[in-house]
């Protein structure tokens, strides 16, 4: 995926969840974060920053703040752009072969997964998470407690005894890590319900990704350690 009109800041504050405030040009600027998690490694004082700039004058803030330098590494944060990269990764061949059928935002049971598809005679349901924080050069979601992903994992258990298969892929939205782990620390019972999960059957999956300020593309998968 591809983001236009991309500008460089340095990062000053974040009075909420929803904006920040970036030097742009010599003056600070409001500006949307595409990301709602905590992200407290990331967003510090004078952090390199990049804003999409909105083609909608309408719009209360100009920018749209998508991705972030830490250390030498540049990590997308934009939560938004995983469930695009997966669509685009699968509709190329990634994942699956002799895919026939993709539908976004598809309701079964008492969830909405991010897609159902069809593939070699095969119907699957796929929930994709987004993955921003590192430390020690691994990944880890969540950044926080999330009683919804846990729902996810259960439902996603529920249609593998239903017949359908079921994936769960976490999208690291950065290069260069050496693997992926449940965040344990934060939240044991996400942790445990992947351990689950995998015992029955969903197959979890996790990407890194070729980012530059401007783009985002699934390279190659890393490896999920649920120890």
Not at 57 to 82: E, W
């Amino acid at each position: 995926m591809t983001y236009s009109n991309v500008r460089k800041g340095a990062f000053l504050e974040r009075p909420n969840r929803f904006v920040a405030q970036v030097e742009l040009d010599g003056r600070a600027e409001t500006c949307h974060v595409k990301n709602t998690g905590r992200c407290k490694e990331l967003l510090l004082p004078g952090a390199e920053v990049y804003l999409e700039e909105s083609a909608n004058p309408a719009r209360k803030t100009k920018y749209d703040l998508v991705a972030v330098k830490k250390g030498a590494r540049l990590i997308n944060m934009d939560s938004q752009a995983p469930n695009r990269v997966v669509e685009e990764w699968l509709r190329g061949g990634g994942l699956v072969s002799n895919l026939t059928a993709l539908r976004p935002e598809c309701r079964y049971r008492h969830s909405r997964f991010d897609f159902y598809l069809e593939a070699d005679g095969r119907r699957a349901f796929l929930e994709v998470k987004g993955v921003t924080l590192e430390e020690g050069n691994e990944a880890f979601f969540p950044d926080a407690p999330t009683q919804r992903g846990v729902k996810h994992i259960q439902e996603l258990c529920a249609c593998r005894k239903d017949g359908y298969d079921a994936y769960l892929v976490f999208v690291v939205q950065m290069k260069g890590v050496s693997c992926f782990r449940p965040n344990d620390r934060t939240h044991k019972a996400f942790g445990d319900a992947l351990r689950i999960a995998r015992k029955e059957g969903v197959r979890l999956v996790a990407v890194d990704c070729l980012v530059t300020p401007d783009t985002l593309h699934i390279h190659e998968e890393v490896p999920v350690l649920l120890g």
